[in-house]
């Protein structure tokens, strides 16, 4: 396991891997081109990502934190937290992000929810929120887990 400061250990947590996937699959749509289904998957999947790696971090403290109610019993299908929620622990437990960071990862929640919630407006700035949100990943991977973002998390 690895401890609170992120300090990572040769085995990769299944929420660290997940949000590999998932950024690499962001990565992947963002690149391929600027059409409305390539930026709404990217939206959507790297959204993932930024969800996964704070669930990482509350689970590097105790993997209790990643659940949404702590005092019921853990299951495979038990709610865990959402961005938001996830910011405020960490922000509880003296972990909190810089609030850039918070304003990214709050910009980029409002393109998912749209798509998800209700439709997808291509926007021209897309691409720069898209951009910060990537550039926030590299930051939080390398400063906050002290992770390396590379094919399958090694």
Do not use: W
């Not at 990572?8 to 299944?14: F, G, I, L, Y």
């Not at 998932?22 to 600027?34: H, P």
């Not at 929620?85 to 992000?97: V, Y």
């Not at 997808?120 to 898209?130: F, I, N, W």
């Amino acid at each position: 396991m690895e401890n609170c400061k992120g300090q990572a250990n040769s085995q990769r947590s299944e929420i660290y891997l997940n949000a590999i996937d998932s950024l690499q699959v962001g990565i992947d749509y963002f690149m391929r081109d600027s059409s409305y289904s390539s930026r709404k998957h990217a939206i959507m999947t790297v959204f993932h990502a930024i969800e996964l790696f704070l669930k990482e971090q509350l689970y590097r403290v105790n993997p209790l934190l990643i659940y949404r109610d702590i005092d019921k019993p853990v299951k495979d299908d038990s709610i865990t937290v959402g961005a938001k929620e996830a910011m405020n622990r960490l922000d509880n437990l003296g972990l909190g992000l810089f609030k850039q960071s918070r304003e990214v990862i709050e910009k980029m929640q409002g393109r998912r929810n749209r798509i998800e919630h209700h439709r997808y407006d291509h926007k021209e700035e897309d691409e720069q929120t898209l951009s910060e949100s990537l550039a926030f990943i590299l930051f939080f991977v390398d400063e906050v887990l002290n992770g390396v973002v590379s094919e399958n998390g090694k």
